[in-house]
């Protein structure tokens, strides 16, 4: 049996993101702070896993759109560090990894996450394609998204059924939509993943209700089956604090 957790979308240096305390600063809110406890709280209940699956956006990028208004710093060195500092509480000796949205982990030339995963050893590439104990797994960042609830997930059932035509996998993950989503048509099972960022002023003015996914997923297979498939989400309603900006 071999146990896997994906991680995607952290968004590492925006001040509404997953953040170790020693980046916490007078902005960082209360709603940050008990994110990153719920954050150690559930690695600690997951233990050590077998591999750690990034699924992109690991760090927010320079914030150009904003004037870097909603970052701890603009510096991608800096977000960079706050994603080692956050991907180094994960158990486990395996990382592979999927490169996200160029507009948040690029300055154009250097592909930041690349960087990132040097430091643990991890493999990182636009599209992987591994097995673990015999399942064939697809990942890659970006997947389409709606904000019609009853259609969330067909987006991501496209992308699995237009990929297994080509090539039969047992499981495709993507990340990028920050919603959790699941599917399993007997064939194949498909999931986006949720996201460790607890809002942004561009989620706030562009997005219909509050219907992202904050959290991880859990995936235990064995011989070749996939056992279960958990997702572990975080409640924002757990802390009443409000979100402070600059
Ligand atoms: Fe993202
Ligand atoms: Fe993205």
């Given at each position: 049996?071999?146990?896997?957790?994906?991680?995607?979308?952290?968004?590492?240096?925006?001040?509404?993101?997953?953040?170790?305390?020693?980046?916490?600063?007078?902005?960082?809110?209360?709603?940050?702070?008990?994110?990153?406890?719920?954050?150690?709280?559930?690695?600690?209940?997951?233990?050590?896993?077998?591999?750690?699956?990034?699924?992109?956006?690991?760090?927010?990028?320079?914030?150009?759109?904003?004037?870097?208004?909603?970052?701890?710093?603009?510096?991608?060195?800096?977000?960079?560090?706050?994603?080692?500092?956050?991907?180094?509480?994960?158990?486990?000796?395996?990382?592979?990894?999927?490169?996200?949205?160029?507009?948040?982990?690029?300055?154009?030339?250097?592909?930041?996450?690349?960087?990132?995963?040097?430091?643990?050893?991890?493999?990182?590439?636009?599209?992987?394609?591994f097995t673990l104990d015999g399942i064939a797994i697809q990942g890659r960042h970006h997947c389409g998204s709606s904000s019609i609830p009853y259609s969330i997930s067909g987006p991501l059932f496209k992308e699995a059924y237009l990929n297994n035509v080509e090539k039969n996998r047992d499981l495709y993950i993507r990340s990028?939509?920050?919603?959790?989503?699941?599917?399993?048509?007997?064939?194949?099972?498909?999931?986006?993943?949720?996201?460790?960022?607890?809002?942004?002023?561009?989620?706030?003015?562009?997005?219909?209700?509050?219907?992202?996914?904050?959290?991880?997923?859990?995936?235990?297979?064995?011989?070749?089956?996939?056992?279960?498939?958990?997702?572990?989400?975080?409640?924002?309603?757990?802390?009443?604090?409000?979100?402070?900006?600059?």
């Open positions: 049996m071999k146990k896997m957790l994906i991680v995607g979308d952290l968004h590492c240096g925006h001040l509404d993101s997953i953040t170790p305390p020693q980046y916490w600063n007078k902005y960082t809110s209360k709603m940050v702070k008990d994110l990153w406890y719920w954050y150690k709280k559930s690695l600690n209940k997951v233990g050590e896993v077998d591999l750690a699956y990034l699924g992109g956006d690991l760090i927010d990028g320079a914030g150009a759109k904003s004037g870097s208004t909603e970052l701890i710093s603009a510096d991608l060195i800096e977000q960079t560090k706050i994603a080692i500092e956050c991907i180094n509480q994960i158990k486990t000796k395996r990382y592979k990894a999927v490169r996200g949205t160029n507009y948040h982990t690029s300055d154009q030339h250097s592909q930041m996450e690349d960087v990132i995963m040097s430091e643990f050893g991890g493999d990182i590439l636009d599209i992987q394609e990028h939509t920050h919603k959790f989503c699941q599917l399993n048509n007997g064939i194949f099972q498909a999931l986006t993943s949720p996201c460790l960022q607890l809002s942004s002023a561009f989620g706030r003015k562009r997005c219909l209700g509050n219907n992202i996914s904050i959290g991880m997923v859990l995936i235990t297979v064995d011989k070749g089956r996939i056992m279960s498939i958990e997702p572990i989400l975080y409640s924002q309603n757990e802390s009443k604090s409000k979100l402070i900006y600059k």
